[in-house]
């Protein structure tokens, strides 16, 4: 059984069916929604483009999808409720995702937008739909901030908001040059060391008590883990994960994978709340979690190279290498990288043989991240 239909979720189901071979194993797959939504996309001015039906992933390969909402996990009689009903499990892959946190105590934070789900980037996108010209105020410069940040000033005004006192702070100071000059020359600008602390109507209170125009305020601040690992462990990292094996493995029974999942990258650093470390966790935990069931050998999690790419709007985008994030491209041949990790985060669909061998792929260092 797997909770969750993102990429972990969804990328964990199909590392099952890999590892079940011909063998008489059921893989359900528990999400409520239809869609694979390629989360890392949502910025874009059509957030619908950013989907894939999940039965296309699900059905070539004999994956059943219980659509429905998992509100608990009982790990002692292996018995999760979905929907108000109970089912049992024999092996678990808890795959449900992070959230955004949401402010609190925010006066006006119900006017608040978001580019966290797809219904919340639906909202921001027929909310500033046919509107030239608009003032927007993205509060966070880290990595949605950013790209959000860009992406909006291509059709109005944008002021970025930050407590830090530099943008990109998560980024560390190997991209900052590069991210300054692209803000520079978008127009985007800046608001460092304060937030917003309250949000009216067409406008948006700065902590200085500046009153700044807004026709949208959109709220990019803070990722935290489904409140479902609470049910599997007491004990958390700081982002609500839990700690999980080489294997992935958290509890004899449960595998654990994506952003819910504080997996060891090498012995300095976890792996990251992103798409880049949510597919292979998913494959590697979907394939062991069957491969436990069938008494076949697990496979380990061995990550590969850690690399970034910043969507910048109309300035291009930045690519980068390592944990110290050093600038490979920029600008329009970072633009060319970017556009081309978009294409490969698609999953294959409709062909269970060409599904089944890019979940055999745990990691694959493409030709065109440039070195």
Not at 93 to 108: T, W, Y
Not at 233 to 255: I, K, N, T, Y
Not at 260 to 268: G, L, N, P, R, Y
């Amino acid at each position: 059984m797997i909770i969750g239909g993102g990429f972990a979720g969804a990328w964990g189901a199909a590392g099952a069916a890999l590892a079940r071979g011909d063998a008489n194993l059921r893989v359900t797959l528990i999400a409520p929604n239809e869609h694979l939504v390629l989360r890392p996309r949502l910025y874009e001015p059509e957030p619908d483009l950013a989907t894939v039906e999940l039965r296309r992933i699900l059905e070539p390969i004999g994956v059943e999808h219980l659509r429905a909402t998992v509100s608990t996990i009982d790990t002692g009689n292996r018995v999760v409720v979905a929907g108000g009903e109970q089912v049992r499990y024999d092996r678990l892959v808890l795959a449900a995702g992070s959230k955004l946190v949401a402010p609190q105590g925010l006066p006006g934070a119900e006017r608040l937008f978001d580019i966290d789900t797809l219904d919340g980037a639906r909202r921001l996108t027929e909310h500033l739909r046919g509107r030239e010209g608009y003032s927007a105020v993205v509060v966070g410069a880290g990595f949605v901030g950013l790209e959000a940040a860009t992406a909006l000033a291509a059709r109005g005004r944008v002021l970025l908001v930050d407590r830090s006192e530099v943008v990109g702070h998560q980024l560390g100071p190997g991209p900052r040059e590069h991210i300054e000059a692209a803000l520079d020359t978008l127009g985007v600008e800046r608001r460092l060391g304060t937030t917003v602390t309250r949000v009216g109507d067409g406008y948006a209170v700065l902590g200085d008590g500046t009153t700044v125009e807004a026709d949208a305020v959109v709220w990019s601040v803070g990722m935290r883990a489904s409140e479902l690992t609470r049910q599997v462990s007491g004990r958390l990292d700081l982002l609500g994960r839990v700690p999980v094996d080489r294997w992935l493995r958290a509890l004899p029974e449960v595998f654990v994978a994506g952003d819910t999942a504080a997996a060891a990258f090498d012995a300095e650093h976890t792996v990251m709340q992103a798409c880049q470390h949510a597919t292979p966790l998913g494959k590697v935990a979907g394939y062991n979690a069957a491969a436990d069931l069938l008494g076949v050998p697990l496979r380990e999690f061995t990550p590969g190279p850690y690399v970034t790419c910043l969507d910048l709007g109309g300035a291009g985008a930045i690519f980068t290498r390592g944990w110290d994030r050093r600038v490979m491209a920029s600008g329009v041949d970072g633009a060319a990288v970017k556009k081309r990790i978009n294409q490969h985060i698609h999953p294959p669909v409709d062909d269970a043989a060409k599904i089944l061998a890019a979940a055999d792929r745990v990691y694959i260092d493409l030709p065109f991240f440039p070195r």
